[in-house]
């Protein structure tokens, strides 16, 4: 399995093979499924907050950003007491998920904050884009 990383400061790629540097088969594992997390919660968050906003999905998606979180912060406190493989890679990928972990439950704060703002009622959905006859009518004549 190989992972790029692209530093500020070079414009080439350097590629890491996680198994040249004794990188253990749950790191392996771990990191193999937080980027299969990831993809999955830019598909659902894109899908609920540009398309489907109604009160029910967005609590879906508030209660799914705090349990990804939650298991980011385990995978942090696993990986930096973990003594197989290297220990370096076990540090950086503890460091990763403590970040995605800040990152996750201030994205949680903020969407519980604003949520009325991005919730929309589902009547609401139903008639995007469509005129309604009421407002055709208002005058009682025709124009």
């Known amino acids: ?3 790029a990383f692209t530093p500020l400061t070079s414009h080439h790629n350097t590629v890491t093979n996680l198994q040249n540097t004794e990188a253990s088969m749950a790191l392996i594992a771990a990191a193999i499924w ?4 990831q993809f999955g919660m830019i598909i659902v968050g894109t899908f609920i907050l540009k398309r489907f906003s109604t ?5 879906f998606l ?7 979180a939650q298991q980011y912060l385990l995978l942090a406190v696993t990986f930096w007491h973990n003594k197989y493989g290297s220990s370096h ?4 990928f503890a460091n990763l998920a403590f970040g995605l972990f800040v990152l996750y439950t201030v994205f949680a704060a903020i969407l519980g904050q604003f949520r009325e703002s991005i919730m929309v009622a589902a009547v609401d959905v139903k008639a995007f884009g469509k005129k309604s006859s009421v407002s055709e009518n208002v005058g009682g004549g025709q124009v």
């Open 1 to 3: 399995m190989r992972i």
């Open 34 to 37: 937080t980027a299969i997390i």
């Open 55 to 59: 009160s029910f999905s967005v609590g």
């Open 62 to 68: 508030l209660g799914l950003v705090l349990i990804v």
């Open 89 to 92: 890679t076990n540090i950086a």
